[in-house]
C-alpha cells in the first residue's frame, strides 16, 4: 500500500530536480547566430592569412610566408605598439570620467535628468559623425585651433605625434564615456541603499561612502567596462581615418587602420587577413588577462566586494 505525500509539500529533492538551468535548445538560436556570424568568419580569414589574394580569382595558398612578412615589417609592429598606447590611454581617462558620471547620474539631484541627457548626447552619434565632427572644429586653417593661437600654437594638432594621439584620446573619450557612464550608472542604482543607511549612523561622509562601499560595489562593472574598452580600443578603425588618416606618416597608423590599408588600398587581403588574426588573439589574450588578475570569474556575490 502506498502513501501520498500531503498536499502543499513536496517530497525532498523535488525542487532541484524542477528548477535548473534551460535546455540546451534555448541556447541555438544564439550559438547558431555566433557560430554563422563570428566564429565562421574567423575561420575564413583564419584560412585566407595563408593565402595571396588581391579580391579577384582565387586565393592562392602561400604558407607562413604573410606572416613571415608581419615579423618583419616594422610599420606592423609601430601599429601594435600604438594600438597598444591607444587603449591603455582610452582606459585610464574614460574609466574615472565614466565612473563619477555615472555613480552622480544614479543621485536623485533635480537636475540630474536634464543634465544626464546632455551628457548622453555623444551616445546617439556615430563614430563617423563624431569624427567628422571635431575634424571641422580642430581644422588648422579654420577651426578652434587658428583662431586661439595663444594656447595651440601653429594650430595643426594633427602635424605631430604627440598632439594626434592626444587628439585621438580626446574624441574617443568624448564619443564613449556616456556608454560606460550608463553602465555605471545602472550598476550604482542597483547598491542596496542599506548599505548608505549604515555608513551615515556610524559617521561616514560621501567621499568615504564612496570608496568603502560604491566603489566595491563597481568591481564587477568595472571589469565589464574595461573589457568593452579594451576591444574597442584595439579595434578602433573610422576614428583614425578620419582624423588623422593614419598620419602623420605612420605616426598614428594602429593595427586595424593598417589592416584597412593592405587590403583596400594595397589589395593584399592575405596579409591583411593575418593582421586581423592577430587583432583577435590579442584582445582576445589581453581580455582574458584583464579577468583573470582581477578575480572576476572567481566573483560569485554582487555584495562580495563590501
Known amino acids: 500500500m502506498t502513501t501520498r505525500a500531503p498536499q502543499g509539500r513536496t517530497r525532498p529533492g523535488a525542487a532541484d530536480q524542477q528548477v535548473g538551468r534551460p535546455g540546451v535548445v534555448w541556447a541555438l538560436p544564439a550559438a547558431l547566430f555566433f557560430g554563422l556570424f563570428a566564429l565562421l568568419p574567423m575561420v575564413l580569414v583564419l584560412v585566407l592569412s595563408f593565402t595571396q589574394w588581391s579580391g579577384l580569382g582565387s586565393p592562392e595558398f602561400v604558407g607562413t610566408e604573410n606572416w613571415s612578412r608581419l615579423l618583419d615589417d616594422p610599420v606592423m609592429l609601430k601599429s601594435i605598439g600604438l594600438s597598444l598606447l591607444l587603449t591603455a590611454l582610452g582606459v585610464v581617462t574614460q574609466t574615472p570620467v565614466a565612473m563619477l558620471l555615472g555613480v552622480w547620474a544614479a543621485g536623485h539631484q533635480w537636475n540630474r535628468a536634464v543634465l544626464s541627457a546632455i551628457f548622453f548626447v555623444p551616445l546617439l552619434l556615430s563614430a563617423a559623425a563624431v569624427s567628422v565632427l571635431w575634424r571641422a572644429v580642430l581644422d588648422p586653417n579654420f577651426g578652434v585651433p587658428a583662431q586661439m593661437e595663444w594656447l595651440f600654437g601653429d594650430g595643426n594638432l594633427f602635424g605631430n605625434q604627440s598632439t594626434a594621439i592626444a587628439v585621438l584620446v580626446f574624441v574617443s573619450l568624448w564619443q564613449f564615456t556616456p556608454l560606460h557612464a550608463l553602465i555605471y550608472q545602472g550598476a550604482a542604482k542597483a547598491v542596496p541603499p542599506m548599505l548608505y543607511e549604515a555608513a551615515e549612523i556610524d ?33 578602433t578603425f573610422d576614428t583614425v581615418l578620419i582624423l588623422t588618416n593614419g598620419g602623420p606618416g605612420t605616426d598614428t597608423t594602429i593595427t586595424a587602420f593598417y589592416m584597412y590599408q593592405k587590403a ?43
Do not use: C, H
Not at 587577413?273 to 582576445?284: K, Q, R, W
Not at 581580455?287 to 563590501?306: A, Q
Open 203 to 235: 559617521g561616514a561622509g560621501r567621499v568615504r561612502s564612496f570608496f568603502a562601499i560604491t566603489l566595491p560595489q563597481l568591481r564587477n562593472t568595472m571589469i565589464t567596462s574595461m573589457i568593452l574598452m579594451i576591444v574597442g580600443g584595439l579595434t
Open 264 to 306: 583596400f588600398r594595397g589589395f593584399d587581403f592575405g596579409l591583411a587577413s593575418a593582421i586581423a588574426v592577430v587583432l583577435v588573439v590579442a584582445a582576445t589574450a589581453i581580455s582574458l588577462v584583464t579577468v583573470r588578475l582581477s578575480g572576476y570569474d572567481k566573483m560569485r556575490s554582487e555584495l562580495e566586494g563590501v
